[in-house]
């Protein structure tokens, strides 16, 4: 009888086989789970991640200035800041005159920088455009009524103000000053002037009046004399043998005949009757004619009866010229 072969061997070897592969398996899925294990772990510490970067955005849009430091803007220099033209009177720009904050102190140490050497006068003097250490220092009255030095800083003031008188815009000003003055004593003049003529127009009003009043109040006198002499040669005539010829003039004299006074005495008259009727009724009365048969030819004499006949042709013209105005 034939003996079968044993499978023990065979059997051995699946079951080592299969026991290494069951080992595998094992191990495969030890390893397996340890892996899920750490990724889940790695997934629950990134979603913890993730929750805090939200939990934190959500912090930060709630309240930006919680976690944030405000930033303080430095403040600019002084350089961009300080404007030297608005304090400083003889700034030039381009210059470093915007370093000194007091333009009293900046000038006060350049004056004296300048006066200390030729190299300081001749810098200063580009920088402000004329020099500054050409002035004396002068004196001046204190309050006991004594002269004593300026101080440093009434010197400079000082200085300061000689060189300001010398700029374009100095110059300018008391130009125009100068014209406003002149416009000023302009009118203060014609003023014056209207004043002075109305004062003067017055004067010659009151004199006027003062020389009408007086030759009014002689007028009157010399109109009433004429009118009594006329009065007694027509009534009563001359008898004393001496001709007195009423000259129609104020003065009552042969010498101040003439036109002019003849036409005024008639003119002033206080008659109620009318210029043109008082030389109509002198005409006839001084006609030569009527004068030498009056007083006789023996009587009147050649000066007298010239200084008729004279009266008798002023009269006449005199009453012509009135006539022509009439009409």
């Not at 810098?123 to 009255?141: L, N, T």
């Not at 009727?277 to 006789?296: F, N, S, T, Y």
Request: proline content about 4%.
């Amino acid at each position: 009888m034939e003996d079968t072969p044993s499978t023990s061997g065979i059997d051995n070897a699946y079951t080592s086989s299969t026991a290494k592969k069951g080992k595998l398996k094992l191990k495969s899925k030890r390893r397996t789970g340890r892996h899920d294990d750490d990724r889940r772990r790695r997934d629950r510490d990134r979603s913890r991640s993730r929750s805090c970067s939200r939990t934190r955005s959500r912090s930060r849009s709630a309240s930006p200035t919680s976690h944030t430091r405000k930033r303080r803007k430095k403040p600019p220099p002084v350089s961009e800041t300080d404007d030297p033209s608005l304090y400083d009177d003889v700034y030039l720009p381009g210059q470093n005159s915007f370093k000194y904050k007091n333009p009293e102190t900046a000038f006060q140490e350049s004056l004296f920088e300048a006066m200390a050497d030729d190299e300081g006068a001749s810098y200063w003097e580009g920088v402000y455009g004329q020099p500054i250490h050409v002035y004396s220092r002068p004196k001046i009255e204190n309050e006991k009524g004594e002269l004593e030095m300026m101080t440093d800083e009434e010197y400079a003031s000082y200085v300061r103000q000689r060189m300001y008188e010398k700029t374009d815009e100095y110059l300018e000003k008391e130009k125009r000053r100068i014209n406003k003055e002149r416009e000023r004593e302009k009118r203060r003049e014609e003023e014056e002037q209207v004043e002075w003529e109305r004062r003067e127009r017055e004067r010659l009003y009151r004199e006027k009046e003062r020389r009408e009043r007086k030759s009014s109040e002689k007028t009157l006198k010399a109109w009433a004399e004429y009118v009594k002499l006329w009065g007694d040669i027509t009534n009563k005539g001359q008898t004393d043998g001496r001709v007195q010829v009423p000259w129609p003039v104020e003065s009552g004299k042969q010498r101040d005949v003439s036109k002019d006074a003849i036409e005024s005495f008639f003119r002033t008259a206080p008659e109620k009757r009318s210029y043109g009727e008082i030389l109509r009724i002198e005409r006839v009365r001084w006609h030569p004619d009527k004068a030498l048969q009056r007083w006789g030819r023996e009587k009147v004499s050649e000066e007298m009866l010239q200084g008729i006949t004279a009266v008798f042709q002023i009269v006449d013209s005199l009453w012509a010229e009135e006539r022509a105005g009439d009409k």
